[in-house]
Every structure is written in C-alpha cells, then in structure tokens.
C-alpha cells in the first residue's frame, strides 16, 4: 500500500486552464473518487498521476518521493482505461501477463501470478478465452486483472464502468470495491456518475471547473454539501430563492408563499439566499403541524421502491420523495403539509441577489 499526495496542480491546453491549484491526499488503501461533470479535469487529474500528461506546475508524490516527472513506465502505477483498451486478437491470459512480460519476469513467475489475478477477479479457467469472446462485464474484469497483476503502488480507474448496462454496473461497483478492500490498494477513481462514487468510495472529492468544490466522506458530501452546485450534482435538490428572516430569536427562510426554519449558519437579516433542501428531508402529514407549510400535490412519479410527489410549495416547484407504500394514499391535487429536516436544510448566498 502507498501513500499519494496531489499538490498544487495547474494545467492548461493551450489558452484553457483546466486546473487551478489542486491538491489532495490519499492515504495508503484508500478508494478516492474524483466525482464531477465533463470537462471539471478529473481525467486530466489521473492523466498527470499516471504520467501521461504533465503538469504546467505543481507535483505528485508518492510515499514521499516526487515522481512527477518520471516516466509513466517507472510509476508503479496500474490504470484501467474506460475503453479498457485490452488486445483483441490476445487471449485472456496474454493479456494479463503483457505488463509482466514487459517487465521481463520468469514464465513460471508469470503463470502464478496471472492465475492468481484470474482467481481475484473471478474468471479462473478462462485463460485460454479469446477477448471477443468475452462479455462487457468480464472485459472490464480482465482488465482490473491486467492492471492489479504487476502489483502497482498505486491503481487508477477511469470511468470503468460507463460502457456496461445498469445490472452489470451495479455489481461491478461491488465487485471492483471488494477486490480493492482484499487486495488493500490505494486508489484514484473517476466518475460522472453519482451512484457509483458514493457506493464505492472512502472519499469523494466533487470537481467544478477545474476546481475542488469539496471533499469528504460520500454521507457528509451527500447530506451537508457546502454549496448549491454540490447540492445539485450529488442527488437532486431543490434549490429555492428565499430572504433570511429572523423572529423572535428564530431564523427563517422567507420564499414565495412559505416559510421554513433554518439553522443560522451566517449572513444577516434579510439577505437573500438560495435554500438547498433534498426532497427525502421533509416530512409529510396529511394534517398541519407546527411550523409545517402546505404542499399540493400536482404529480406523482412511481419509480420503483420510492415514489416522487410533484407540486407547490406556495408558489415555487418541489419535489418530494417517499416511500411507494407510503405516497398510495397522496391523491393528484390533494394537500398535505410538510416541513424538512431543519439540520439538513442548507442555505448559501444568492447568486442573484433579487429574490
């Protein structure tokens, strides 16, 4: 297991900065997700660890030695591409053993480590398999095999699973985070996808425009984002425009026809400010309660396990979510009352300081 630090990372292609000053730490065994939209640099982050690009300033260091502007074949780093980018006219063994006989190791060496790689990703008896034999899901195993078998400091993962359909997504981000947790290595993984970076991750570090928006653990980031943007790409939030009122030693965002209780985190009486409010945080009563604002109910979404409610909050949008079981008895223009989790509540600065 190795230790990575990222710091201070400037890029540019040409006149297009896509890096500004970045800087992160994985700590030995870690699974670090770099999470965020196209085009924020987290490819480009993973390229310059991996030495395929390399940074304008700043360094990568690992277990203390620089290696920024060593070569990508003296890294010690293994990476599994998003197109995977095995051979095709190889069978599956002589692709796993490519780094190993690039690296000049023994036959027997080879054959021990390549069938204990095909053990680890479950594929033990297919060596012999041509490449385009193989199913989505298992090319993708070959290569977590071919890039875990040379025994990397460090393994890097870029948008693995972006070409599988949703079932074989969903137990792949399993499968890829168990054999990461057996085999103890530290790890960089980059996504767009939300799902797959709380699922896997210890740490999550959200991108916007070259820049870290945040970094925390997947419940933290998910629950207490510190911005709209972090509210809004991580699980889908309602953000509504509001005025911070104050009254009778309480505070209150002011909206459009409502009034909902916030825990003062800063800003004055009367600012305006964007309220961020996920939509499984409210409760729902079919009868006022304290503090509870009416909500009609204009659609309802099934999708499955959970069920979204659609309507106004006085006079601005919401989206609600609750149980399937739970919405059955929620009619199409009904009201009910509800009020959110006031911890989970967030509140930042307008953007657009009218209201």
Same mark, same amino acid.
Not at 84 to 108: C, D, H, Q, W
Not at 157 to 165: G, V, Y
């Given at each position: ?180 947790? *057996?085999? /103890?290595?530290?790890? #960089?993984?980059? +996504?767009?996808?939300?799902? @797959? =970076? ?113 309507? *106004?909050? /006085?006079?601005?949008? #919401?989206?609600? +979510?609750?149980?399937?079981? @739970? =919405? ?28």
């Amino acid at each position: 297991m190795s230790n990575l630090v990222v710091k201070n990372l400037n890029k540019s292609f040409g006149d297009n900065q896509v890096l500004f000053d970045v800087s992160f730490e994985v700590k030995e065994g870690d699974f670090l997700s770099l999470l965020g939209p196209s085009g924020c640099g987290k490819t480009t982050i993973l390229r310059i660890i991996n030495g395929l690009e390399y940074p304008d300033s700043g360094s990568v260091i690992v277990d203390g030695k620089d290696i920024t502007k060593v070569s990508p074949d003296k890294r010690n780093i293994g990476m599994v591409f998003q197109n995977y980018a095995l051979f095709p006219t190889m069978t599956v063994y002589n692709n796993i053993a490519y780094g190993l006989k690039m690296r000049k190791k023994s036959k027997e060496e080879i054959d021990e480590k390549v069938n204990a790689a095909l053990r680890l990703v479950k594929l033990e008896g297919m060596g012999d398999r041509k490449i385009t034999k193989m199913s989505g899901g298992q090319q993708q195993r070959v290569a977590l095999a071919r890039a875990l078998v040379i025994e990397p400091a460090i393994l890097l993962l870029d948008e693995p699973l972006s070409a599988l359909d949703r079932k074989i997504r969903a137990e792949m981000q399993y499968e890829i985070r168990s054999i990461q947790q *057996k085999v /103890g290595i530290t790890t #960089v993984f980059v +996504t767009h996808d939300q799902e @797959e =970076a709380l699922t896997m991750s210890d740490r999550i570090i959200l991108m916007n425009k070259g820049v870290i928006e945040q970094e925390s653990d997947p419940w933290t980031l998910y629950n207490y984002p510190i911005s709209t943007f972090a509210s809004d790409f991580l699980g889908k939030a309602n953000i509504l425009k509001a005025t911070l009122v104050k009254k009778e030693g309480m505070w209150f965002a002011q909206g459009n026809g409502w009034t909902l209780p916030v825990k003062h985190t800063g800003g004055e009486n009367g600012d305006a400010i964007e309220v961020a409010v996920r939509g499984e945080h409210f409760t729902i009563r079919r009868e006022p309660f304290d503090n509870a604002q009416k909500f009609v109910v204009k659609d309802k979404v099934f999708t499955g396990s959970v069920c979204k409610l659609l309507g *106004k909050l /006085g006079e601005d949008a #919401v989206e609600l +979510t609750t149980l399937s079981i @739970e =919405a059955e008895s929620f009619k199409q223009g009904g009201e009910v009352y509800i009020l959110p989790n006031i911890d989970t509540t967030l509140y930042f600065p307008a953007k657009n300081k009218e209201v």
